[in-house]
Each structure stands twice: as structure tokens, then as C-alpha cells.
T-cell receptor
Framework: DSGVTQTPKHLITATGQRVTLRCSPRSGDLSVYWYQQSLDQGLQFLIQYYNGEERAKGNILERFSAQQFPDLHSELNLSSLELGDSALYFC??????????????FGPGTRLTVL | AQTVTQSQPEMSVQEAETVTLSCTYDTSENNYYLFWYKQPPSRQMILVIRQEAYKQQNATENRFSVNFQKAAKSFSLKISDSQLGDTAMYFCAFIGHQTGANNLFFGTGTRLTVIP
């Protein structure tokens, strides 16, 4: 158990809908990262938050947005869902952000299926 | 831009034997970290081993070791005494420093099957 929790475990929805994925980082970790794992795109970085502020953006679509709350949990919002958004969405957390390395601990992921 | 390449989509090894998974990367940075992550059928991402680019000594973790060739930008993973529990997808990953962010860049993965 990494200490990172993600809810829900599975999500099935229809095209055009909007969903919210939730992540609680390890106790004390200030950084949260979101990754998407899909069959055609592999594992790719979406976005990072550090202590409530956006720190880095990767290949995140404009239909997707995220935020990190004062209690450090994070939510990833996916809207106008398309079939191609079906994927495993991982959240990871680390202690800090910046020049020095901090190990990222991954949550169990949320499996999103768009029908 | 950083890229990570894993040229072996699938590999298999007999139980108790040794297997090496390949990874090459491309970066203009001089200081960075490299990782191998394991993803078993449960889908959990598990850190296997990491290597800091400024360290010449190859990292080892029990049965797992790496061969880090900085000039060649190569970072292979050797699994000794393979066990059935090693069956998983293995991802090579990279973190650079220059951007100030610590996001991981992943390769496409190698599916390893350990045969009893």
C-alpha cells in the first residue's frame, strides 16, 4: 500500500458526460501528479500540483482540468468525454517539488470506461 | 525534449534464470534520474530501482540491478533468479531537473513473463 488513495476504482459513463476523479496523497506530501495510461498513448503525464498551485502541465486536453485543495487532496475533472478518454488514471504524490528528486508514490488508479 | 525507448515489447524467461530488459533515452540534460517501474496484473505501479545520473556506480536492489551507460544513454534492468511474481509490465522512466518539475517520462513498456 503506497498510502495514496484514489476514488472511485472504476467508473463507467457515456460519451459527452463529465466525471471527477479524486486523489488523496500520502500524509505530508505536497505534490500531486496525474498520469493517464491508455492503450494507444501509453503512460503520460497530465498535470502536477504543488501545495495548491499548478506546477507543470503535460499532455492534458483542454476538456480536462484539475485542482488541489487546501487539505492537499486533488481532483481531476474530465468533461465532454469521448471514447478515447477510456484509460487508467493514476495519481501520484511526492514530498516536494523542484530541483531535488522526490520519489513518487502511485495510487491504485481509477479505471474509466466511456461507452 | 526527453524520450524513453523500450525496444522489447515482450520477453519471457524461465524461472530462476536471468533476464535483461533494455531502455534507451534521449535528453540534453546532464543531471537526471532514471527508474524502472513494475506494473503487475493488479495495475499498481511499483518502483523497482532508480539511478542518479551523476552516480557512476550502478544501482542494485536485491535481485534487480541496472547497467547504466551515460554516454550511450542506455539504462538496462537485469533481473536475477527470476520468480513467478516478477511477471509484469516493466516501464523505464526518466525525470529531468532543468524544467523544475518532477514529472516522469515513461517508455512504452516491456511485458515480462516468467515461465515455471
Amino acid at each position: 500500500d503506497s498510502g495514496v488513495t484514489q476514488t472511485p476504482k472504476h467508473l463507467i459513463t457515456a460519451t459527452g458526460q463529465r466525471v471527477t476523479l479524486r486523489c488523496s496523497p500520502r500524509s505530508g506530501d505536497l505534490s500531486v501528479y496525474w498520469y493517464q495510461q491508455s492503450l494507444d498513448q501509453g503512460l503520460q503525464f497530465l498535470i502536477q500540483y504543488y501545495n495548491g498551485e499548478e506546477r507543470a502541465k503535460g499532455n492534458i486536453l483542454e476538456r480536462f482540468s484539475a485542482q488541489q485543495f487546501p487539505d492537499l487532496h486533488s481532483e481531476l475533472n474530465l468533461s465532454s468525454l469521448e471514447l478515447g478518454d477510456s484509460a487508467l488514471y493514476f495519481c501520484a504524490s511526492s514530498a516536494r517539488s523542484g530541483a531535488s528528486y522526490n520519489e513518487q508514490f502511485f495510487g491504485p488508479g481509477t479505471r474509466l470506461t466511456v461507452l | 525534449a526527453q524520450t524513453v525507448t523500450q525496444s522489447q515489447p515482450e520477453m519471457s524467461v524461465q524461472e530462476a534464470e536471468t533476464v535483461t530488459l533494455s531502455c534507451t533515452y534521449d535528453t540534453s540534460e546532464n543531471n537526471y534520474y532514471l527508474f524502472w517501474y513494475k506494473q503487475p496484473p493488479s495495475r499498481q505501479m511499483i518502483l523497482v530501482i532508480r539511478q542518479e545520473a551523476y552516480k557512476q556506480q550502478n544501482a542494485t536492489e536485491n535481485r534487480f540491478s541496472v547497467n547504466f551507460q551515460k554516454a550511450a544513454k542506455s539504462f538496462s534492468l537485469k533481473i536475477s533468479d527470476s520468480q513467478l511474481g516478477d511477471t509484469a509490465m516493466y516501464f523505464c522512466a526518466f525525470i529531468g531537473h532543468q524544467t523544475g518539475a518532477n514529472n516522469l517520462f515513461f517508455g512504452t513498456g516491456t511485458r515480462l513473463t516468467v515461465i515455471p
